[in-house]
């Protein structure tokens, strides 16, 4: 028996996002597309399980407007059924003899069903989503008049997110403030790290009474004396007074990502912190501003960091990067050599962390929407130093 | 200021990571290994820090017992100093120009600091670790007498724990058994899934008193309509009588994971998931009787598999993996195809999920150490159906 489909957004918003990756493929003179980042595959059909540790292809002809075909585990094909509005033909799935076995897995499968169907064509292949192994299985069995590399395409088209995606991308930023609230509240002297970290955790799971999350970003919480490095685990150390903490979270629905970074003080916090601080707070307002369509992203970074020099700071890393499906979309980063044109429904990662030296740092963080006038922080959380 | 050491291992237990390594990448006529999956650095120096996302190389050379050299991006220095017993002077950070840069990374960086150190050397390098253009950039940028894919090596040592290891691991266990505490009084009719979530997440974050996590595997809830398909996100729907409910989660320490699943049912359970929990439950009898040294993973999936289906039931799916630093090691699966033998010191998620229909699935596990004579369950959670 099948069971009913529970999908995120309506078939015309999957056929509109199709449609634009079919306009750029075609730009590029490609005549088909086979897809293998699970974010590809998520932004073309809604298929959010965690299955993508075993080959998957989205195949996307870009001479029809038909519904692409998903080839997937014979036991993941049900969720994509469920997930998707794609009929039940056009989910195919390949048996348990290909999975775990020494010599064979899912992409030999893939190429026998595929055959010859994309002989005269120009077909773009996501090489980067495969291992070396499985890349030069395509390379050398798949009979295509060219095949060449899809990387960007995808990536390239979902960076400017719809309505409808940026009514999720709310959602999200709604429950990444949620768990910031937590944050707050469970932050205090005595308490271990591992306690913080899962009621973020929880906060960021349950999401809000109308708004559940449906996935979770993994938060990284960084405390004294491990302020100055970013992405380490949490550990079981006990906060006491002078601990600092820097917590970066994010909540997720439908698996678009919204980010949030704050950074805490348990007692009163050291002066170098209190300067740094103002002037991030200063930084970030010139990045807002710099931040509206027409502007490229080099513009918002480099208004950031000379607002910050003229604090006495300096921030050498990137100030961001797009974030939607996933965490980090690579199509975009909100740095100083980067030139991509700002354009209305481009969400960033406004990410002001700042890793001074081995054992200082600070994080400060919002998610934003460039509107068609300027921008929006999709986070709301106060922009502030907490002090507990 | 450089921050305090805080190793999960004693440099010893590192030491004899790598020279086992060595021995292996000799044994096949390597000198040194360049090493790039997280899994890699994290077993052969403790680096558990979540920054694989941008480049990172660990050098191994086989022809000395020196330590290797970890290249990073430097803004993650601090946290590899911290977290290894890595001296100083062999972490090595590239800096913020290689990292959101169209035209270079840290690859390009670490290329220029190796120059012709490898020269006359048979060299290992991660394969699948690499994007195809790094790869490509390594395959034509590296002075070296031979380039060939280390794939495996590392995987092929780590899969044998030290009892440094199994202790860590039987923390994991321990933790995930709390988690699973956590769901089974967090399930009941009209709670939220995504509130089940939350709690069965925060407990395996918090783990125990006296041992809390170090990281979060995300567990995976999968209920009525959805318990037909294993990789799916929880939802926000509300259980009802009659939901069945099944849970895959984790503990964490270390990076080191313990898998756990069980299956609760809201009211009476239907006839057919009681025989196949009754059918389940011989299997695993015969799968944990067939484990032991000298038997083979082929065994014990056969054990299961003919036990089954003397029940009237099938699994098609192999009846697990290596598991340890990370979810799935590659090293091994428990399937019919894979003669891997078992040796003292491996450990297993033994894991019986069963995705039987679109509409109906059940999912039991254990994690399992080969022990001298025979098999060890660290996960000590009732092997029941839950009724709740």
Redesign the interface.
Known sequence: ????K?TAFTAAEFRRRQDEVRRRAQGLGLDALLLSLPSSIVYLTGY????G?VPQVLLLRCDTTDDPTLWMR??????A???THLADDLVVGY???F????DQDGHDYILRQIGSALLPLRVGLE??A????A?RKWQARLPVRELV?A?GIVDGVRIVKSNAEVAVMREAAAIADAAMGAATAAIHEGA????V???V???A???LPD??????E?P?ICST??T?????????DRYRQGTQVNVELGGTRH?YSAGLMRTFHIGPPPDRLKRLHEAELVATDAALAAARPGARCNDVAGAFCRALEQHGFRK???CG?AIGIDW?EPAA?L?L??RTELQPGMTFHLMLGN?I???FGYVLSETILITPHGVEALTRTPRKLFIH
């Open positions: 028996m099948s069971i009913p529970q959010t399980g965690m299955s540790y014979l036991q993941d094909r049900p969720g059924l469920h997930l048996p348990e003899a999975v775990g076995h020494p090489f980067d495969l291992s070396h192994a890349l590399d990387a271990r790290e591992c306690d970290a899962a009621l955790a929880a906060a799971v349950r999401g708004c559940g999350s449906t996935h979770l993994v990284l004396p491990r100055g490095t970013p992405h380490i685990c949490w550990t079981e698996r050498d890393s990137r990067y980090i980063s740095s050599h980067d890793w030296s081995e054992d």
